[in-house]
């Protein structure tokens, strides 16, 4: 038995070699419907740094964002008591020292704050930025403050005796402390500013990737302003 050989009239010939090797009189004129758009380079550009600028800054941005989400929930839940301890010491005694700075003429130059500092911070351990301090009628106060971390000296300027109180938090209360930046200090405060320069950062370049995408572009938006106005409607309720 022979076969012949198929013809162009052949359906499947025809289908085949109309799809595999097209005409050029069926390439799309310029302007055309199936014509791709010409990208300019800026386009190009921006694009390709947007990409960049998003993937490094939310790989390097990961953990902090995520330290940052978690203790926004435990701030927003107060009374959850997990982590929540509170380590309370006392201490007593008398400086080994005059509290008062003293001129050659014998006149007193004030309260040496800065000695008294020095000696319960190295006998007792004490820790953080000194919040305030002061005299009032004979009694002086030196306060410190660190993130769930407080200490409390008061003392008698002529007697030179005082009264300790040191208050340890949980660590639930330090990461809250730490995320709102209380009584953290300036590197700490540096931490902050850096963590949103890179949502920043982020945002923009997730922007600025979806207006390049002509399919999903619209969408995209549409989404963005929707979750604007929901936000926006959520803070008026909050404040009203």
């Not at 040496?112 to 009694?139: C, K």
Request: net charge negative.
């Amino acid at each position: 038995m022979t076969f012949d050989a198929p013809t162009i009239d052949d359906p499947l010939v025809s289908t085949t070699a109309a799809t595999t090797v097209p005409d050029a009189a069926a390439e799309p004129e310029a302007g055309g419907r199936g014509q791709r758009r010409k990208v300019s380079r800026f386009e190009r550009d921006a694009h390709r740094w947007s990409r960049l600028i998003h993937v490094y800054t939310s790989m390097i941005a990961l953990l902090v964002v995520l330290f940052f989400a978690i203790t926004g929930i435990t701030l927003n839940h107060p009374s959850w008591t997990f982590g929540d301890e509170v380590d309370i010491e006392t201490e007593s005694g008398s400086f080994p020292f005059d509290t008062e700075l003293v001129a050659d003429d014998g006149s007193s130059l004030g309260v040496d704050f800065l000695s008294i500092s020095e000696y319960v911070r190295e006998t007792y351990d004490v820790r953080g930025s000194v919040d305030s301090f002061d005299v009032t009628s004979g009694r002086g106060a030196i306060a410190y403050k660190n993130p769930g971390y407080s200490a409390d000296l008061i003392f008698d300027v002529d007697a030179g005796t005082f009264d300790l109180k040191v208050e340890q938090q949980g660590w639930v209360a330090v990461m809250n402390d730490l995320h709102k930046g209380r009584d953290s200090g300036s590197s700490w405060s540096w931490v902050i500013d850096i963590s949103a320069g890179f949502l920043v950062a982020i945002s923009l370049t997730g922007l600025v990737m979806q207006f390049f995408l002509r399919k999903r572009r619209r969408s995209a938006f549409v989404a963005a302003g929707v979750g604007g106005a929901v936000m926006i409607a959520f803070v008026v309720l909050a404040i009203s």
